[in-house]
């Protein structure tokens, strides 16, 4: 019985933090949603505090059932708040800004716009450090202009550690510079200029590569290159190629990357081949399902935020130019690749269809920040 009241007093306390950070502190959503978040589930998700209030509140809705903004409101009419304060809570964005708005509705409103908009100007200062998850820091390392910004975002991003999958990162610009990115030991480990010899990346870390490198013909020993599919094998082999590359000579760059990649691809486990030409801003691919070349041409797309998002089937049988094939983006859609990809995979198979809700569902909670339209020669 104890136990059942300070759990009780627990889930009260934090909905206590949440309705009044959202009443006496102008309504920042930055906090209030992960403090209500945390009461609902202690699940870990994506950084809410890059959520608009919109997306945070359906992403609740969905899971829960309830959001935070009627938590809020319910408790504050338990506790007989003036009406005043309880329409502050059910009323945000443009609603909230309207002609005849009450005025503590309007003063909210203001002050949450306000406070998320200091929180995104903050997102890459040296104040806040994101914590992101591998895959969600490409995000991030896309959203620099240069290699010497990815390096030097060292100051405001660390990856979490999670999951069996360890990756590190290859990055490049259209200025030539290239770099490699790791986090060995909770440290950032880059290798650039002059340390990166050859801009090559498998599975091992870049130390120990290019120390394997170094037995080998033509890279300071003896041994000769014969095509090994292990990823230090791949790894001598795309630098031999790399470095046998004249672009003066008759293969174009985009077709003698394919070679490379063809040089190091594994049968059936080679599901993609990508090469970006960054200079040309188009992407050229080809798949496991579908060996025709394709290319996106970044220079015709439109990233303006107000731009529906639209996306693309990768093994869709097409050729050549797809940048005008892309469709509006759906969450059928997107439910309906995680199914397929997760029956067609073996390991895959016996994931529940709560996690594969939750992965289907995980876009609906992005938001895109500021003009999100970039410089494609960079």
């Given at each position: 019985?104890?136990g059942?009241?300070?759990?009780?007093l627990s889930?009260l306390?934090?909905?206590?933090?949440?309705v009044f950070?959202?009443?006496?502190?102008?309504?920042n959503?930055?906090?209030?949603g992960?403090?209500?978040?945390l009461?609902?589930t202690?699940?870990?998700?994506?950084?809410l505090?890059?959520?608009?209030?919109?997306?945070?509140l359906?992403i609740?809705?969905q899971?829960?059932?309830i959001?935070?903004?009627?938590?809020?409101?319910?408790?504050l009419?338990?506790w007989k708040?003036p009406?005043s304060?309880?329409?502050?809570?059910?009323v945000?964005?443009?609603?909230?800004?309207?002609?005849?708005t009450?005025?503590?509705t309007?003063i909210?409103?203001v002050?949450?716009?306000?406070?998320q908009s200091?929180f995104?100007?903050?997102?890459?200062?040296k104040?806040?450090?994101i914590?992101a998850?591998p895959l969600?820091?490409l995000?991030?390392?896309l959203?620099a202009?240069e290699?010497?910004d990815?390096?030097?975002?060292?100051?405001?991003?660390r990856?979490?550690?999670?999951?069996?999958?360890?990756?590190?990162?290859?990055?490049a610009d259209?200025?030539?510079?290239?770099?490699?990115?790791e986090?060995?030991?909770?440290?950032?480990?880059?290798h650039?200029?002059?340390?990166l010899p050859w801009?090559v990346?498998?599975?091992?870390?870049?130390?120990?590569?290019l120390?394997?490198l170094?037995?080998?013909?033509?890279f300071g020993?003896s041994l000769?290159?014969?095509?090994?599919?292990t990823?230090?094998?791949?790894?001598?082999?795309a630098?031999a190629?790399?470095?046998r590359?004249?672009?003066?000579?008759?293969d174009?760059?985009?077709d003698y990357a394919?070679?490379?990649l063809d040089?190091?691809?594994q049968?059936?486990?080679?599901?993609?081949s990508?090469?970006?030409d960054i200079r040309g801003?188009t992407?050229?691919f080809?798949t496991f399902a579908?060996?025709?070349r394709?290319?996106?041409?970044l220079?015709s797309?439109?990233?303006d935020?107000e731009?529906p998002?639209?996306?693309l089937?990768?093994?869709?049988?097409?050729?050549?130019?797809?940048?005008?094939?892309?469709?509006?983006?759906?969450?059928?859609?997107?439910?309906?690749l995680i199914?397929?990809?997760?029956d067609g995979?073996s390991?895959?198979?016996?994931?529940?269809?709560?996690t594969?809700?939750?992965?289907?569902e995980?876009p609906e909670g992005?938001d895109?920040?500021?003009?999100?339209?970039?410089?494609?020669?960079?």
């Amino acid at each position: 019985m104890g136990g059942l009241r300070v759990s009780k007093l627990s889930n009260l306390f934090n909905t206590l933090i949440g309705v009044f950070c959202n009443i006496l502190c102008a309504g920042n959503v930055t906090h209030t949603g992960k403090s209500i978040n945390l009461f609902l589930t202690s699940n870990a998700s994506p950084d809410l505090r890059t959520f608009s209030l919109d997306s945070l509140l359906s992403i609740q809705k969905q899971r829960y059932g309830i959001n935070h903004r009627e938590i809020g409101a319910a408790a504050l009419r338990y506790w007989k708040f003036p009406e005043s304060m309880i329409n502050a809570q059910c009323v945000w964005d443009k609603a909230a800004l309207s002609k005849g708005t009450p005025p503590l509705t309007w003063i909210c409103e203001v002050a949450r716009d306000f406070s998320q908009s200091l929180f995104q100007q903050a997102l890459w200062s040296k104040d806040l450090l994101i914590e992101a998850e591998p895959l969600e820091s490409l995000v991030l390392f896309l959203s620099a202009g240069e290699v010497d910004d990815v390096i030097a975002s060292d100051s405001k991003i660390r990856i979490e550690r999670g999951g069996s999958a360890k990756i590190h990162y290859l990055v490049a610009d259209a200025g030539g510079r290239c770099a490699t990115i790791e986090f060995l030991s909770g440290k950032l480990v880059c290798h650039t200029k002059d340390t990166l010899p050859w801009g090559v990346l498998t599975n091992h870390t870049y130390a120990s590569s290019l120390a394997h490198l170094g037995r080998f013909d033509g890279f300071g020993g003896s041994l000769p290159v014969s095509a090994n599919k292990t990823s230090l094998g791949r790894f001598v082999n795309a630098a031999a190629m790399v470095s046998r590359f004249d672009e003066h000579g008759d293969d174009s760059s985009v077709d003698y990357a394919f070679a490379i990649l063809d040089r190091v691809a594994q049968g059936d486990y080679t599901k993609w081949s990508i090469v970006y030409d960054i200079r040309g801003s188009t992407i050229h691919f080809r798949t496991f399902a579908n060996g025709n070349r394709r290319s996106v041409a970044l220079a015709s797309c439109d990233f303006d935020c107000e731009s529906p998002v639209r996306v693309l089937d990768v093994n869709t049988e097409l050729t050549g130019d797809v940048t005008n094939d892309f469709v509006p983006y759906s969450y059928d859609l997107n439910r309906d690749l995680i199914e397929t990809a997760f029956d067609g995979t073996s390991f895959l198979k016996s994931v529940s269809s709560e996690t594969r809700r939750g992965l289907a569902e995980y876009p609906e909670g992005l938001d895109c920040v500021g003009n999100a339209r970039r410089d494609t020669g960079r």
